[in-house]
């Protein structure tokens, strides 16, 4: 396997677990978990502290691996070539429309249940960061 693809496989599984991190990060935050996890407070706290911790080690290690000056100037162009840009492009759309319709089912949740504005902005917000790091890495992987 290429320096370059290793490189490649590396990003994809670093946004995969950014991606899954920060899913779980927030969702343990929200208030409607908190009203539902009485019994288990203390083992979704700490979830929620342990996926917190993985994502900022994640996020450290996605940015220190992949700045310009950590990879030769071919790898940099081969990770960053037309194609890349385009699937970067396509996963920013998955990401709004995940947002559009995270938008669309919290409103119709609230017509059957109570959902706060907290709530509802902290899902909307998760749909369109995670959606797009997933949609980019399973782009990547298939190659195109």
């Known amino acids: 396997m290429a320096d370059t693809e290793k490189?490649?496989?590396?990003r994809r599984w670093l946004l995969v677990l950014l991606g899954l991190s920060f899913l779980v990060w927030q969702l343990t935050d929200l208030e409607i978990t908190e009203s539902v996890q009485t019994a288990w407070r203390g083992p979704v706290l700490a979830t929620g502290l342990v996926a917190s911790l993985i994502w900022i080690s994640a996020l450290i290690l996605l940015l220190l691996n992949?700045?310009?000056?950590?990879?030769?100037s071919i790898s940099h162009e081969i990770l960053e070539d037309e194609l890349v840009r385009a699937n970067r492009r396509s996963a920013f759309a998955v990401g709004y429309g995940m947002m559009m319709l995270a938008a669309a089912?919290?409103?119709?949740?609230?017509?059957?249940a109570d959902l706060t504005a907290k709530d509802a902005v902290n899902i909307i917000l998760?749909?369109?960061?995670?959606m797009p790091m997933f949609a980019f890495a399973w782009l990547e992987g298939r190659g195109g």
């Open 66 to 72: 992949f700045r310009k000056r950590a990879m030769t």
């Open 105 to 112: 089912v919290c409103f119709i949740v609230t017509r059957y």
């Open 7 to 10: 490189l490649s496989e590396r």
């Open 126 to 130: 998760v749909a369109g960061i995670v």
